[in-house]
């Protein structure tokens, strides 16, 4: 009745990649979604350059991880995602959940670029755990995964920066 | 999701499905290792306390390891509904069981605030059918 499952932590076919790629578009969508909702909902007097500058370069960023991921998947050949349907999902999720003030903020900011650097660390092992032969070059997707997650290390340290300063 | 939290989620279904210990052979079965794996994690489980193993029976969650266990199987929920109701993905439980060990819990709890998931969970999760019981019943429906 049950299909065999694995404990191993590894990708094994294009599906499979492409099904984890599309989960960090998700991801990526997320982040520059409440990023951009952030700024916007932060009382007139809490705003200052530094935090529009870092919401607004954060929401691009995404913006471009979400683009170069979503090109690795086009080259896979896998089922598309209904990705009008996850926006509107996503921007919905923001009114339940969205933090509303400029500590609150940052914090959500953090965990965002926390947990997005978290989703593609793991991805990277298991890709490089598996000898499996993809659709696309093994090297591109790992130096792709490479650079979106040194990317969000950065903005990990930047967001700790600010508030730092702020504290 | 680490191995660890996979066995005692695993367990633990198990545990419900058998109303008594989760034998070997079966959590092999269901976990796709041999059963000198799961000898060998089930050891290392019971030397945390988050497990008891009586031989010839089988294993046991201990109530850490039911609390570890819930919490897996929380996170193996919003998986499951991520890939249902967000992706559309029609077999969302073999991808979900694919996937599972590459998805964080911080990932899995980022993925829940777009996803409407139930209060309840995973208290409703459907051991037989291995699935969130608000999904199977909804294929019930689709299928009626």
Redesign the interface.
Known sequence: M???????????SDD?LA??L??GI??EE?VEARAHRHYQSLPVEERDEAIEELLSEASAESAEHRRRLESLVEDLDADS??FE??KE??A??YGQ?GPEDFDGVLYDQL??E??AY??YD??ID?VEASDATFGVDREAVLETLRDIRHAEAEGVEEVAKLMEARA | MNTADQYLKTIFLVEQLEDGPAATGELADRLGVSPASVNEMVGKLEDRGLVAHEKYKGATVTDDGEARAREALQTYCILERFLANVLDVDDFRAEARQLEPVIDETVADRLDMIIDREPQCPECFDAEADACGLLVEEGIEADD
């Open positions: 049950y299909a065999v499952s694995s404990v191993a932590a590894r990708v094994d499979q099904r984890l599309q989960i998700v991801l997320v995602i209904p349907d996850v999902l996503v919905g999720s959940t965990h965002g926390e947990t978290k989703f793991d991805l298991a």
